[in-house]
């Protein structure tokens, strides 16, 4: 039997076009028939329908945001992300307890859902329950890997300050738990990047450092992208933020010292990979400019001027 040839439009397909054109209500609408007969497409409606979601949601535009992933849930109801992702929306709607309830049945599908967790705990601190949050952060903190503890223990300090903002960004990033909208913004920027738009992806990731300005890592890759494109100025800023949200980031740290070497600082630039080294004699980055920097520099002689002086 010749296998059926795949549709040549879905609906979600166009869906998804008028999503990315910012225009969510034509969006949600025109996904109606790919809803009514879902079949074997219900996992690519599903998806269509959470992007979709996740685009509204990074525009600000909460209340399509929460529809998609209504519809999505309408369709794969046991899927721990959505509920987790509408409990997202529905705590930026001020509607806690719905957002508690849509935690609730994340968990309940996946106990283990680490970002569930966490943003369940800052729920509890934000209502007053400072010692259960608390508690749960301790035990997600024994659960899970965390990979900056500097930060981990900042955000334990701002909750206990009721600085819930910086707090969430703190601890999110100590356990490694970035946002998908934020994901999104780093694919964007890395896309750009390959099709040689630098400008378009260097805004992209000044659009995610607002977003998120305590992460390290966002200043260290716009610092890279600057220096690439001979930014030095700029870059020896972004790089230097990075390094005072994290002064143990040796690779940004590297990073600045090729910055200033650009701009013609090389004895400081030298001082940046000597506190490399201090740390981790090991870093091959560090290693190598160090190599270069120490050995003795030779003019070459021009002809018919004889030989070069070393100075």
């Not at 650009?262 to 091959?284: K, P």
Request: charged fraction near 25%; proline fraction near 5%; aromatic fraction near 4%.
């Amino acid at each position: 039997m010749t296998p059926l040839s795949p549709e040549p439009n879905p609906p979600f397909e166009q869906s998804l076009r008028l999503a990315l054109q910012g225009r969510f209500a034509e969006a949600l609408e025109r996904i109606g028939p790919a809803l009514a007969g879902h079949g074997r497409n219900s996992n690519a409606v599903a998806d269509a329908l959470a992007q979709i979601g996740r685009l509204a949601e990074s525009a600000g535009d909460l209340r399509s945001a929460e529809r998609a992933l209504d519809l999505a849930l309408g369709v794969r109801g046991r899927h721990a992300d959505l509920h987790f992702r509408r409990a997202c929306v529905l705590l930026r709607l001020k509607r806690r307890p719905e957002a508690r309830a849509a935690l609730e049945r994340a968990l309940e599908i996946n106990p283990r859902y680490a970002a569930a967790r966490l943003e369940r705990a800052l729920l509890d601190a934000r209502e007053g329950l400072l010692g259960e949050a608390l508690e749960a952060l301790r035990q997600l903190s024994r659960d899970c890997e965390v990979e900056e503890a500097a930060a981990f223990q900042q955000g334990i300090r701002r909750l206990e300050q009721a600085d819930w903002e910086e707090a969430q960004v703190l601890l999110q990033r100590a356990l490694h738990l970035s946002d998908p909208a934020l994901r999104e913004q780093l694919q964007r920027f890395h896309a750009l990047m390959e099709q040689g738009d630098a400008a378009r992806a260097m805004q992209a990731l000044r659009e995610a450092i607002a977003e998120c300005p305590t992460y390290p890592d966002l200043h260290a890759l716009l610092g890279r992208a600057e220096l690439q494109q001979g930014h030095c100025d700029d870059a020896v800023a972004s790089l230097g933020r990075a390094l005072e949200l994290n002064p143990d980031y040796h690779d940004a740290r590297v990073d600045l010292a090729c910055a200033l070497e650009s701009l013609g600082m090389r004895s400081q630039a030298a001082e940046q990979v000597a506190l490399v080294l201090e740390s981790d004699q090991d870093h091959a980055r560090a290693l190598e400019l160090h190599a270069r920097w120490s050995a003795p520099r030779r003019h070459a002689a021009a002809p018919g001027n004889g030989p070069a002086k070393v100075p």
